[in-house]
């Protein structure tokens, strides 16, 4: 059997591979790409989203994904002095310009960090590249961003 190759078919293809890889840079050692691929996909289930007053306007259906925090370990910060760590940000931001904001503290610091996901797979949203979820946060919707394209990361 013989696959036809459209430049619709490559065009597809290309764009779901470069959706695999995340752009990481700011105050680190080590800017780079964080290479989805390499770190083994955990399921974190549905996820309702609610909008900016509690109202339930979609669910992440059968997300599959990793930790953000686990993603980000192999980024050193610029700084050694753990007691400047509290200055970082982490910026996430989409394709669109959508962004959202993380403190060190928020992800590192508390339970937040442990219920910050990287969204590979969905049920629900097979069509937005990678997603960002925060599972803790009561109005998820302001943290949920589709098409996740860069993390910046900076001292305040």
Do not use: C
């Amino acid at each position: 059997m013989k696959i036809k190759i459209t430049p619709s078919v490559l065009f597809l293809f290309l764009s779901l591979k470069l959706q695999a890889q995340i752009k990481v840079a700011g105050d680190i050692t080590n800017p780079g790409e964080l290479a989805l691929e390499t770190f083994p996909v955990k399921r974190i289930g549905n996820i309702p989203i609610r909008n900016h007053v509690g109202l339930k306007k979609n669910t992440l259906k059968k997300a599959n994904g990793l930790l953000l925090i686990d993603g980000l370990k192999r980024f050193n910060l610029n700084d050694s002095l753990p007691k400047n760590y509290s200055r970082y940000v982490y910026t996430i931001t989409a394709s669109d310009g959508y962004t959202v904001t993380f403190s060190w503290n928020e992800l590192y610091n508390n339970d937040v960090g442990k219920k910050v996901f990287l969204v590979t797979q969905s049920k629900s949203h097979p069509k937005d590249g990678i997603i960002l979820i925060s599972k803790s946060d009561r109005f998820t919707g302001r943290r949920f961003v589709k098409d996740v394209v860069k993390i910046h990361i900076e001292h305040k």
